[in-house]
């Protein structure tokens, strides 16, 4: 029988993983969840993803309890990390989840601030994308300059959260509008 490392390290952590499931939560939710004495090996769901915070692009698993994440730990399937992950990748549940209840600061809707306002307003995302696209075209007409067919009016700065494939899109859309101004946070 052919093991992979992964089903290995399934079934050699199952013994451990009652006592680091609850990584991540403090004592009492551990101690609300244990005593419903659910069978946990059939309430915790595991899902594949990739940690969003830089274009190393690491596959992780994510074990969700309830409606909160209990563990996230590197995939050791995965060809990039196999397994491991940095501090950042690490702390990733906390995008979701603080102390084991939903993160108070994560934003969940888009929040606009109007130019000399220091007001944040919360706005459709219809509303934002539509803005967005006639600001940008209203600048790229006010800025273009024929003879070159580009502007300088309008910049793009990109992150390193940013895959292969964004970044291609995003290269190509701005090379369409004609943004010469195209940077990237590690450049800089
Ligand atoms: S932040 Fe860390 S864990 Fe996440 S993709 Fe980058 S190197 Fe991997």
Redesign the pocket.
Known sequence: MEISRRSFLKASGATLGGLFLFNGLDDKAIMARSLKKVPLQQKVTESTT?????????G?IVSVYEDGIVKIE?DPDHP??EG???????A?SQIHQLDGKPNPYRLTKPLYRAPNSTEWEEKSWDWMLDTIASRAKATRDSTWVASAGRTDGLASFGG?ELDNEECYLLSKMNRALGVVYLEHCARI
């Open positions: 990739i940690c969003c915070y830089c274009s190393v692009g690491c992780a590197g990039i990390n491991a992950l940095c501090p950042k990748g690490l990733m390193g």
